[in-house]
């Protein structure tokens, strides 16, 4: 990690050092400040480094997760209108989950305290990530072969499994979820995950992958080395 990033110099050098410490353990809580602190192995400089590290991570991250839920959202909402209707997230012969029910009537709710009109696509915009990323479990494989696999296609032109969508979400969702919650996620293989995100969003829209990886940060930011993390026996 770069010293001079949040400041194993500045920390060091200043007489100030373990009020400083003190002060950020406390604003951050013990329970929260004690990941890092386990990580490195009771070093708070380290510790410090791993959670700023973990911030500028997160914030990089943000980009591609953006793009993805976005693109994912918008071509799911395009296929099943084309396929059925515009309001085919509210028709329960097609939405299978009652949770997933219960989202679209949340999202309405939401819609209508902000005094607006309850439009179908303020809708798909105000429904949550899990109801899209459930759109790929089992029980939507019938879903996915009718009409929903019109949503991505390989480069190379080849369709693609309802799986193919399914495996890389699930651990994406908890990243995402755990970023929005300003949890550590030093501890995943975020290279491997972003490397799906991007490959995902390709399948979806290839111009928006490239946006991504214009824009996106991750590269710059994680580190090319391992992150070296205390485990505990």
Same mark, same amino acid.
């Given at each position: 990690?770069?010293?001079?990033?949040? /400041?194993?110099?500045?920390?060091?050098?200043? @007489? =100030?050092?373990?009020?400083?410490? *003190?002060?950020?353990?406390?604003?951050?809580? &013990? #329970?929260?400040?004690?990941?890092?602190?386990?990580?490195?192995?009771?070093?708070? %400089?380290?510790?410090?480094? &791993?959670?700023?590290?973990?911030?500028?991570?997160?914030?990089?991250?943000?980009?591609?997760?953006?793009?993805? #839920?976005?693109?994912?959202?918008?071509? +799911?909402?395009? !296929?099943?209108? @084309?396929?059925?209707?515009? %309001?085919?997230?509210? @028709?329960?012969?097609?939405?299978?989950?009652?949770?997933?029910?219960?989202? !679209?009537?949340?999202?309405?709710?939401?819609?209508?305290? =902000?005094?607006? =009109?309850?439009?179908? /696509?303020?809708?798909?915009?105000?429904?949550?990530?899990?109801?899209?990323?459930?759109?790929? /479990?089992?029980?939507?494989?019938? &879903?996915?072969?009718?009409?929903?696999?019109? +949503?991505?296609?390989?480069?190379?032109?080849?369709?693609?499994?309802?799986?193919?969508?399914?495996?890389?979400?699930?651990?994406?969702? %908890?990243?995402?979820?755990? +970023?929005?919650?300003?949890?550590?996620?030093?501890?995943?293989?975020?290279?491997?995950?972003? /490397?799906?995100?991007?490959?995902?969003? #390709?399948?979806?829209?290839?111009? *928006?992958?490239?946006?991504?990886?214009?824009?996106?940060?991750?590269?710059?930011?994680?580190?090319? #080395?391992?992150? *070296?993390?205390?485990?505990?026996?």
């Amino acid at each position: 990690l770069d010293n001079n990033r949040w /400041g194993r110099e500045e920390l060091q050098d200043s @007489d =100030d050092a373990a009020s400083a410490f *003190a002060d950020l353990e406390h604003a951050l809580s &013990l #329970e929260r400040f004690g990941r890092y602190l386990a990580w490195a192995n009771g070093d708070r %400089t380290r510790a410090v480094e &791993l959670y700023t590290l973990n911030t500028r991570v997160s914030e990089s991250l943000y980009t591609p997760l953006q793009m993805l #839920e976005v693109t994912l959202r918008n071509r +799911i909402h395009a !296929v099943m209108q @084309d396929a059925h209707h515009e %309001t085919w997230f509210q @028709d329960e012969a097609i939405i299978l989950k009652a949770r997933q029910i219960e989202q !679209v009537g949340m999202a309405i709710s939401d819609i209508q305290f =902000d005094r607006k =009109d309850v439009t179908p /696509g303020r809708i798909v915009a105000a429904l949550t990530f899990s109801f899209w990323t459930t759109m790929f /479990g089992p029980d939507y494989e019938t &879903l996915w072969q009718q009409a929903l696999h019109r +949503i991505a296609r390989r480069p190379d032109g080849k369709g693609l499994r309802r799986k193919d969508f399914s495996g890389p979400l699930h651990p994406i969702r %908890t990243i995402r979820n755990r +970023i929005a919650h300003h949890e550590p996620v030093l501890g995943w293989d975020l290279r491997k995950h972003y /490397g799906n995100i991007l490959s995902m969003t #390709e399948w979806l829209s290839p111009i *928006a992958a490239t946006w991504c990886r214009t824009h996106c940060r991750f590269e710059d930011v994680y580190p090319q #080395e391992r992150i *070296a993390l205390h485990q505990d026996d």
